[in-house]
C-alpha cells in the first residue's frame, strides 16, 4: 500500500470500485471514466508505480491473463479490444499505480492521439 494512490485504496476498500475479475496478483474494475463501451482497468495487488518498475514476471503474466479473461467476460474477443498501458509523462500515464486498460466495444484508432 502507498499512501495517497488511488489504485491501493481501492484494493484496500477503501474507494468504491465495480469489481470485474480478479486473481491471485490482480484486480479488474471498470474505469470511473469509461473511453470505450467496455472500458476496465487491471492493476496489480502491490504498489508497482508503473511498468518502468515492474520486475515480478510472475505478477505481470498473470495481470496480462486478467486482461484476457476481461475480455472474454465482457464478450469482445470475437470483435477485438485494445490492451493498453500508458507509462510515464509521455505514455500520459495520470494514475502512478502499474494499470492495464482493457478497451473495447468499438473500433480503436491508430495511431493514438
Ligand atoms: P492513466 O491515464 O494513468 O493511463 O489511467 C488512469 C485511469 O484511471 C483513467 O482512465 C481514469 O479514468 C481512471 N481512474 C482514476 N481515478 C479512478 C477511480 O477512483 N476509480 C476508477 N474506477 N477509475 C479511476
Ligand atoms: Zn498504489
Do not use: K
Not at 470511473?32 to 476496465?40: D, E, F, G, T
Not at 485494445?82 to 491508430?110: C, I, P, S, Y
Request: hydrophobic share 45%.
Amino acid at each position: 500500500m502507498s499512501d495517497g494512490c488511488v489504485f491501493c485504496r481501492i484494493i484496500a476498500g477503501g474507494i468504491p470500485a465495480t469489481l470485474v475479475a480478479s486473481n491471485a496478483h490482480g484486480v479488474a474494475f471498470r474505469d470511473l471514466h469509461p473511453q470505450a463501451p467496455s472500458h476496465v482497468l487491471v492493476i496489480p495487488r502491490r504498489h508497482v508505480a508503473s511498468l518502468a518498475e515492474a520486475t515480478d514476471a510472475a505478477e505481470l503474466g498473470a495481470l496480462l491473463l486478467l486482461a484476457g479473461e476481461v475480455a472474454r467476460t465482457e464478450g469482445l474477443v470475437e470483435t477485438g479490444y485494445r490492451v493498453v498501458a500508458n507509462t510515464g509523462h509521455d505514455g500520459g500515464q495520470t494514475v502512478h499505480h502499474l494499470h492495464l486498460h482493457v478497451l473495447g466495444g468499438r473500433a480503436m484508432h491508430w495511431p493514438p492521439g
